[in-house]
């Protein structure tokens, strides 16, 4: 059955003034004495400061719609006397009461779905106070228990009213454009939209949702962005299909509609640094066109996630069954038409986008995951491109779909109309912005002419599609005074819910006196939620487990990939903090009277028989010299070895100096990257100027939640990976066991095309983290704030405080799986998850447990020709395919040894001696390959043998021996050498 949109479109200006009153309703909680509860009642207060302020209180009291929204709701067929005006006062003031406007009925719904209180019975003992919140010392928490600096509660005292200016502004806007939907004012509700909630997410992102443990894990923006998408959803199907009390039993549900297309393979397609970053762009412009469609033109729904490969909206169910050739803009005109031809105009028609809607509506929405999983493999271009092929044409290098023009060809340009203007206009771009960013891979290589791309994934599938993740973390303080196996037994023992001295204990006495009866707690806790179709509990376990988990809201699941969204983008600034600034460029001044070379592009340049890479800029005017700039470039390290330049390390302006010299007066060649062996031009180098910039060799590639891709120097790689598996166990390390995160090293020379490179990274971190048992070999150690883990080969330290150096008891824990009914009493810091199994805090394992846990992995691939990207293949059992490297991948953990072992060799071994322990190692392994077991000890005492009969500069210890015929046996000696000796050119210190 269709569902007409135009009604949306015809009162758009009202349900978009709802939606701001909506994003306003808990400006109370962005107060500093809200957060240092001094006021607590200003959830639902509008702050004195607004009040006290004439004009700004008008705003807030009167209907921001004169009248214009009383006349959509009496559409919807409610009684005529009750007062339906859009006042935002009444929005902030009635979200927890019971009120009879329409519009405040369905605000206190969506804030309820939105924020998870609506299935909220705790009181207010049952959580942990922060010790020091007198102090105004108030710790945020992430979505996986990290705390890290504490609230600038002075911040907010003075940001609020740089925010309430803003308000006051905006809403004078807003008023203005109250019932006209004239299609002008479609821009300004894009713009005014854009900055009002950039704004608002700005400033909310700083303060908390609530102070108390363990619920400081949800920012306030968090909590706002939720309730405005069902507030929205809801707003949009009562003007459809008109209104129904949302706390009646027909209850408002939602659904998912996923925009999607092969983003990663658009991006890839890139013909360099310039051209992927454009493509990037041209993505974001892509979804943004759908955004403005279903948020303002048709306000439909709210953006919830995007990422490079898809976007996705929160929207009304609608109909029992609805597809998206349901929705219909105009007549004979359908949504799903609409986008497509926005998004296939962004991106040059050169790909199709496909839609989901969620089969199933649901209050609970848990289940993203699977939606924004599903994707194409591959693009399909749009038929519109047909029309170029008129003639017989030789194929686009970069697109690979549209023709190159006659005259581009002429030119020497290798690249169709469309691909050349997105080329030379990031050139363009760069020009304008250089001093401090760069767009060359040339300029990102090390001084060997290698670059590495570091790929980093997490695996949050079981954090977003469904709510078991989340489920693994407790809602109670640990002095509640009661176990989770006794809250089970006494919600067996009685139907009455006044007969349970644990549950009255922590329970809200208003919501147990409505319930009365366990099974009315059931329903209200378990019903519709994820809990109801549980097999692996009895269905008092399921209402223990809603008691006792922090609830999987909405806000909470969005949490998450807030959380590893702003990890990668704090990662990428600490591995610019481990790589040097480049601090000078060379820009060589060049008469271009006899040049036919078309500007704004890269060129190789040749002097001395010496090949390197130029920008041509074309300066407009130019100089009085009448010489244009060709700017290197290039690693002037490399550029240095290349012309057999001798420098004195670290001393960079010897280097500029001897280059300059190398260059002075010399002859230059041009030639085009396509066509190496072709001068297109040639003049003299008629003068030199350095050029004076500060930008860090490190470019990102991708970044969504799940992935993130940056391109560093080849030398710098194992340092940068390091510092961010670092970040890692320090900011996720609570939770490592079931939030796994994957790193895969491509080196490259840095000529081998970026599509391979990109390529290659995607194929390393697509691992198959599967859980696996591991046994507890010692009993776990506590240090200070950390407990070490020792496992058969893996030793983890895993956080055991929040930010104020409090005891963690809600983060920290594991399933164990072998707990028999005696040992689960003997720990009382456990309690039954979602899977059926027992999870046991940190603090109370032991020796011999089996553990469930879920590995992180760490590989890596050198590319001596694109092709080798295709041995990078992983079987089943998350094992390389390929016979010499079945022993990879690598625990991330062992990240750390790789480099112990490379210091071990390289201080007390010459290079001859290192590469003969290798070479004898690996020789045996091949006489011996067809009689090899898996664990043959005979060859382990071969390598021990070898290992004692070289000549050791400081003789080994124990451990270190023992490391050694470790990697020595499962052949990851070979890798070691391989990334430092072969790819780094790493030397040892001992000499020969």
């Not at 549900?253 to 990037?280: C, M, N």
């Not at 609608?318 to 219909?328: A, Q």
């Not at 806790?525 to 999987?552: F, H, Q």
């Not at 071994?909 to 590469?915: A, D, F, G, R, V």
Request: with cysteine.
């Amino acid at each position: 059955m269709s569902k007409d949109l135009t009604v949306l479109a015809e009162n758009r200006d009202v349900l978009l003034t709802a939606e701001i009153a909506c994003w306003l309703h808990m400006i109370g909680k962005y107060h500093e004495d809200f957060i240092s509860e001094k006021n607590r009642k200003l959830d639902a207060m509008v702050p004195s400061e607004i009040i006290v302020n004439p004009m700004m209180s008008k705003l807030f009291v009167d209907d921001l719609t004169y009248g214009a929204s009383e006349k959509v709701a009496d559409k919807w067929g409610n009684d005529r006397s009750i007062v339906k005006k859009t006042i935002i006062k009444e929005f902030i003031e009635t979200h927890k009461g019971k009120p009879q406007n329409p519009y405040l009925s369905l605000n206190r719904d969506a804030h309820g779905r939105g924020s998870g209180t609506e299935k909220g019975i705790l009181d207010d003992e049952a959580y942990e106070d922060q010790k020091n919140r007198a102090n105004a010392i108030i710790y945020p928490s992430t979505a996986f228990g990290f705390e890290n600096n504490y609230m600038n509660i002075d911040e907010i005292a003075s940001e609020r009213h740089i925010l309430y200016n803003f308000i006051q502004q905006k809403l004078d806007a807003v008023r203005k454009l109250a019932g006209q939907n004239s299609a002008e004012d479609l821009k300004v509700w894009k713009v005014l939209r854009q900055e009002f909630i950039s704004t608002l997410q700005r400033h909310f992102s700083k303060a908390i949702g609530d102070t108390r443990r363990p619920i400081n894990d949800v920012t306030l923006w968090d909590q706002t962005i939720s309730s405005v998408a069902f507030f929205k959803a809801e707003l949009a199907e009562s003007l459809i299909n008109g209104y129904k009390d949302p706390f009646d039993k027909d209850k408002y549900t939602f659904r998912y509609l996923h925009v999607t297309f092969d983003g990663e393979s658009y991006v890839a397609k890139g013909t360099g640094i310039g051209d992927t970053i454009t493509r990037r762009k041209l993505i974001d412009e892509a979804f943004d066109s759908a955004k403005l469609l279903i948020e303002v033109e048709y306000p439909l729904g709210l953006e919830i996630y995007r990422d490079t490969n898809g976007i996705t909206f929160l929207i009304p169910e609608l109909s029992e069954k609805l597809t998206i050739d349901d929705l219909v803009v105009k007549k004979g005109v359908s949504l799903k038409q609409t986008i497509s031809e926005k998004i296939t105009a962004s991106t040059n028609w050169e790909v199709t986008p496909f839609f989901h809607i969620s089969e199933r509506p649901s209050r609970s929405l848990y289940n993203l995951g699977s939606m924004i999983s599903k994707r194409p493999d591959g693009n399909i271009p749009y038929l519109k491109l047909k029309e170029l092929w008129t003639e017989k044409a030789e194929l686009c290098s970069s697109c690979n779909i549209r023709p190159i023009e006659a005259s581009s060809r002429k030119r020497g340009i290798k690249f169709c109309e469309e691909c050349y203007k997105r080329i030379t206009g990031r050139g363009k771009q760069w020009v304008e912005n250089r001093n401090n960013q760069t767009v060359w891979i040339d300029e990102i290589a090390d001084s060997t002419g290698k670059i590495a791309l570091l790929s980093f994934g997490f695996s949050l599938n079981s954090w977003i599609n469904k709510a078991h993740n989340l489920s693994t973390f407790g809602n109670l303080k640990k002095t509640v005074g009661f176990s989770f196996k006794e809250l089970t037994e006494e919600l067996s023992t009685s139907n009455k819910l006044d007969c349970m001295p644990n549950l009255k204990s922590i329970g809200k006495k208003h919501v147990l006196n409505d319930l009365k009866t366990v099974d009315g707690l059931y329903d209200f806790m378990v019903g519709s939620e994820d809990l109801e179709d549980n097999k692996a509990l009895t269905k008092n376990e399921k209402l223990a487990l809603a008691i006792w988990r922090k609830p999987p809201s909405f806000a909470r699941v969005r949490r998450v990939w807030e959380t590893t969204s702003k990890f990668w983008d704090e990662a990428l600034v600490e591995i610019k903090a481990v790589i040097s600034p480049i601090t000078e460029r060379i820009v060589l001044k060049v008469r271009t009277n006899n040049l036919n070379l078309p500007p704004n592009n890269a060129y190789e340049a040749k002097v001395n028989e010496t090949k390197f890479t130029v920008f041509y800029e074309n300066k407009n005017p130019k100089g009085a010299d009448g010489l244009e700039n060709f700017v290197i470039i290039e690693n002037l390290d490399l550029l240095a070895k290349k012309l057999g330049v001798e420098i004195k390390k670290g001393s960079r302006k010897d280097l500029i100096d001897e280059l300059i010299k190398e260059f002075k007066d010399k002859n230059i060649d041009f030639f085009s990257s396509n066509t190496p062996l072709e001068v297109l031009a040639s003049s003299r180098i008629e003068g030199i100027e350095i050029e004076s910039c500060n930008y860090s060799p490190v470019i990102e590639i991708t970044k969504d939640p799940e992935r993130f891709m940056v391109l560093v120097p080849a030398d710098k790689a194992l340092e940068a990976a390091k510092k961010i598996k670092e970040k890692y166990e320090k900011e996720m390390g609570k939770v490592r066991n079931r939030l796994p995160m994957n790193l895969g090293i491509v080196y490259a020379g840095y000529h081998t095309a970026l599509p391979a490179i990109m390529d290659a990274g995607r194929r390393l971190i697509q691992i198959d983290n599967k859980e696996k048992e591991w046994i507890l070999t010692k009993q776990p150690e506590e240090y200070s704030n950390y407990f070490k883990l020792y496992f058969e080969d893996q030793v983890w330290k895993i956080p055991s405080k929040m930010g104020d150096c409090s005891e963690d008891v809600w983060y920290p824990y594991f399933y164990v799986d072998n707990l028999d009914k005696v040992e689960r009493e003997k720990r009382c810091l456990s309690f039954k998850g979602p899977s059926g199994n027992w999870l046991v805090h940190v603090s109370q394992l032991k020796e011999g447990d089996k553990v469930l846990v879920t590995p992180s992995y760490f590989d890596f691939e050198y590319l001596s020709s694109a092709s080798q990207r295709f041995e990078i293949s992983y079987n089943g059992e998350s094992r390389r395919r390929s016979k010499d490297r079945k022993h990879r991948p690598y625990y991330l953990d062992d990240l750390d040894k790789i480099e112990r072992v490379w210091v071990i060799l390289s201080t007390r071994l010459s290079n001859s001696q290192i590469k003969k322990l290798n070479t004898l190692v690996e020789e045996k392994r091949r006489d011996w390959t067809d009689s090899l077991g898996e664990k043959d000890e005979t060859f382990k005492s071969y390598v021990e043998n070898v290992i004692d009969n070289l000549r050791w500069k400081q003789s080994l210890a124990k451990d270190e021996k023992d490391t050694l015929v470790d990697f020595c046996v499962s052949r990851k000696l070979a890798d070691v050498l391989e990334i430092h000796m072969s790819i780094l050119k790493d030397k040892s210190e001992v000499a020969e």
